[in-house]
Nanobody, 126 residues
């Protein structure tokens, strides 16, 4: 069964760092636009970052610019989200999603994320 899997979440003190990973089974993330999202307690899901299939260009939400970095590994089978200078407001379940439809070749082309992971919890203690 094709699926997307996140890992790397945990409990971290404010100011600390984490690296989240996103991989796929049953297919590869190479060649697809991948996005990271998060849902904080009591809040709507928020788009955090995206890396495009087109040219690996990246997009970030204003709330995370300068602190989060999205990237792919060399063979493009894993997408990372490096999170630095963690704040309490970063506490959330983080989800990875990919657009295998090809609609969102670029991050600004309205990707249709059709595969979602189960999420990984990030908790920041103050």
């Amino acid at each position: 069964e094709a699926q997307v899997v996140e890992s790397g979440g945990g409990l971290v003190q404010a100011g600390g760092s984490l690296r989240l990973s996103c991989t796929a089974s049953g297919f590869t993330l190479a060649g697809y636009t991948v996005g990271w999202f998060r849902r904080a307690p009591g809040k709507e899901r928020e788009g955090v970052s995206c890396i495009s299939a087109k040219d690996d260009s990246t997009v970030y939400a204003d709330s995370v610019k300068g602190r989060f970095t999205i990237s792919r590994d060399k063979d493009k089978k894993t997408v990372y989200l490096q999170i630095n200078s963690l704040k309490s407001e970063d506490t959330a379940v983080y989800y990875c999603a990919t657009d295998t439809t090809g609609s969102g070749y670029g991050c600004n082309d309205l990707p249709l994320y059709d595969y979602w992971g189960q999420g990984t919890q990030v908790t920041v203690s103050s």
